[in-house]
């Protein structure tokens, strides 16, 4: 937990003294600059709403293609809004998903970034902000880049912001609340800011100051525009000050990538897979079970080779795998991982709606709780397989929590016809069958648990 609530000196014209709440302060709006798949300007890669896209004073969102320097994304309104929100004690509307977690945990990703990058130097980034939330001083210690969205999957949940391979029939098999303007459409699959704006330019920005990158797509493992960051990042000579992180599909592991990797300080992967075996072959197809198992314990294998100082995995919690996410539990358990966290990061999925596990008809979500509940009884006991730092196991936990929370948080069954259009007319154009993969759920689906 955090410390109890201090007081800090406050600088600004009239040097009034302001009361911080620790209870909400983030580092993120401090610090941070993220860049999205369409190459617009974000506060934070989980803020929810419109307020999570910075805007400048007439309202505008804030593009690559501006070149805006540190000072002007970090000293935009909306940034310098939510700081001031946080200097006052309140949780930013954006901020709703880890103040939900919190209230379930204790523990969400607002206290790792905190950990990760204040240094105990609260007090000082404090000093430096006006009581309107203006930072005198901007510095940017943590890029979190999306790369565009080429990716080599389509997976069910995702949406053709984050991979162009959506757009085409992106349409064809959303129910009619969920479909985009085909204009809308078209231009996700044909534009590509990392090909029209420069990633070297984004990058040099960075440099002076960064600790960390934090790549993305899209898939950035295939993205070549990835490797020209780093090579940048080595050529410049701050290479060994700078940890990388990714979010990937851990589809490929290209040499090209895990051979320039021992130039920086460390490596983090947050590795996203859904399911055991056929499971997640559906959920993010075309990936196959195979390979995700192979570059599982090639990561295992070459943790210190390849520099990485952590690798876990990342599993969204749907309807598809609400049943049997305990399997995929089970497989990293027991898959003899000496490296790699052989506990996984649950996390509920919040869009598309129709997917979400708050539409689990109620016998179906006793199971569910069930399970899930005696998986939080095994690594409370410590019992063989979860051997794994007390901090990470807690995580574990406090992840399991959340998404019994989030599921138990309301009932959505009404909203199963979405659900079941949508399994129809992707099943159609996959050539899948989302009653093979889950049969468990669709028996709920097909005896009377729903009208």
Same mark, same amino acid.
């Given at each position: 937990?955090?410390?109890?609530?201090?007081?800090?000196?406050?600088?600004?014209?009239?040097?009034?003294?302001?009361?911080?709440?620790?209870?909400?302060?983030?580092?993120?709006?401090?610090?941070?600059?993220?860049?999205?798949?369409?190459?617009?300007?974000?506060?934070?890669?989980?803020?929810?709403?419109?307020?999570?896209?910075?805007?400048?004073?007439?309202?505008?969102?804030?593009?690559?293609?501006?070149?805006?320097?540190?000072?002007?994304?970090?000293?935009?309104?909306?940034?310098?809004?939510?700081?001031?929100?946080?200097?006052?004690?309140?949780?930013?509307?954006?901020?709703?998903?880890?103040?939900?977690?919190?209230?379930?945990?204790?523990?969400?990703?607002?206290?790792?970034?905190?950990?990760?990058?204040?240094?105990?130097?609260?007090?000082?980034?404090?000093?430096?902000?006006?009581?309107?939330?203006?930072?005198?001083?901007?510095?940017?210690?943590?890029?979190?880049?999306?790369?565009?969205?080429?990716?080599?999957?389509?997976?069910?949940?995702?949406?053709?912001?984050?991979?162009?391979?959506?757009?085409?029939?992106?349409?064809?098999?959303?129910?009619?609340?969920?479909?985009?303007?085909?204009?809308?459409?078209?231009?996700?699959?044909?534009?590509?800011?990392?090909?029209?704006?420069?990633?070297?330019?984004?990058?040099?920005?960075?440099?002076?100051?960064?600790?960390?990158?934090?790549?993305?797509?899209?898939?950035?493992?295939?993205?070549?525009?990835?490797?020209?960051?780093? &090579? *940048?990042?080595?050529?410049?000579?701050? $290479? /060994?000050?700078?940890? +990388?992180?990714?979010?990937?599909? #851990?589809?490929? @592991?290209?040499?090209?990538?895990?051979?320039?990797?021992?130039?920086?300080?460390?490596?983090?992967?947050?590795?996203?897979?859904?399911?055991?075996?056929?499971?997640?072959?559906?959920?993010?197809?075309?990936?196959?079970?195979?390979?995700?198992?192979?570059?599982?314990?090639?990561?295992?294998?070459?943790?210190?080779?390849?520099?990485?100082?952590?690798?876990?995995?990342?599993?969204?919690?749907?309807?598809?795998?609400?049943?049997?996410?305990? &399997? *995929?539990?089970?497989?990293?358990?027991? $898959? /003899?991982?000496?490296? +790699?966290?052989?506990?996984?990061? #649950?996390?509920? @999925?919040?869009?598309?709606?129709?997917?979400?596990?708050?539409?689990?008809?109620?016998?179906?979500?006793?199971?569910?709780?069930?399970?899930?509940?005696?998986?939080?009884?095994?690594?409370?006991?410590?019992?063989?397989?979860?051997?794994?730092?007390?901090?990470?196991?807690?995580?574990?936990?406090?992840?399991?929590?959340?998404?019994?929370?989030?599921?138990?948080?309301?009932?959505?069954?009404?909203?199963?016809?979405?659900?079941?259009?949508?399994?129809?007319?992707?099943?159609?154009?996959?050539?899948?069958?989302?009653?093979?993969?889950?049969?468990?759920?669709?028996?709920? @689906?097909?005896?009377?648990?729903?009208?």
């Amino acid at each position: 937990m955090l410390v109890l609530e201090k007081r800090f000196v406050m600088r600004n014209h009239k040097s009034s003294m302001h009361k911080h709440s620790p209870d909400t302060f983030c580092v993120i709006p401090w610090l941070h600059r993220m860049t999205d798949e369409q190459g617009f300007h974000k506060l934070c890669c989980i803020a929810v709403g419109e307020g999570n896209s910075l805007r400048n004073a007439k309202g505008e969102r804030l593009h690559i293609s501006q070149k805006l320097t540190d000072e002007q994304v970090l000293n935009s309104p909306t940034a310098k809004e939510v700081r001031r929100q946080m200097m006052s004690g309140a949780w930013p509307e954006v901020c709703e998903r880890c103040r939900q977690r919190e209230e379930v945990s204790g523990k969400s990703i607002r206290h790792q970034l905190n950990v990760r990058f204040e240094h105990g130097n609260r007090e000082e980034l404090l000093s430096q902000t006006r009581a309107d939330g203006t930072l005198e001083r901007p510095v940017i210690r943590y890029a979190d880049i999306r790369l565009g969205n080429v990716c080599n999957l389509t997976c069910r949940m995702c949406v053709p912001d984050a991979s162009r391979l959506w757009a085409p029939f992106y349409n064809k098999v959303q129910p009619k609340g969920w479909r985009r303007p085909e204009a809308e459409l078209k231009a996700l699959g044909g534009n590509n800011w990392v090909k029209h704006e420069s990633v070297a330019w984004l990058i040099e920005q960075c440099l002076p100051t960064a600790e960390s990158f934090n790549f993305a797509g899209g898939e950035p493992l295939i993205i070549p525009e990835m490797v020209e960051a780093l &090579e *940048l990042c080595i050529h410049s000579g701050r $290479a /060994g000050e700078i940890s +990388l992180s990714y979010n990937t599909n #851990l589809t490929v @592991l290209p040499e090209k990538v895990t051979s320039l990797w021992p130039h920086f300080r460390h490596v983090s992967l947050v590795c996203s897979v859904d399911g055991y075996g056929r499971v997640n072959d559906y959920i993010r197809r075309p990936s196959k079970w195979t390979d995700i198992d192979r570059n599982l314990k090639a990561l295992d294998r070459h943790f210190d080779e390849w520099n990485i100082r952590w690798a876990g995995v990342s599993a969204t919690v749907q309807l598809h795998n609400i049943l049997s996410v305990h &399997e *995929l539990i089970a497989y990293l358990r027991n $898959a /003899g991982f000496s490296r +790699l966290l052989p506990v996984p990061q #649950l996390v509920p @999925l919040f869009y598309p709606g129709y997917l979400s596990v708050q539409g689990l008809p109620r016998p179906a979500k006793a199971v569910a709780r069930q399970r899930l509940e005696s998986e939080i009884e095994r690594a409370e006991a410590g019992k063989q397989g979860y051997q794994a730092d007390p901090a990470d196991i807690a995580a574990f936990i406090g992840s399991i929590r959340s998404v019994i929370e989030f599921m138990d948080a309301k009932d959505t069954t009404p909203g199963l016809s979405d659900f079941l259009f949508f399994c129809r007319e992707s099943d159609r154009a996959f050539g899948d069958s989302w009653r093979e993969i889950a049969p468990e759920l669709a028996q709920y @689906l097909g005896t009377g648990h729903i009208k």
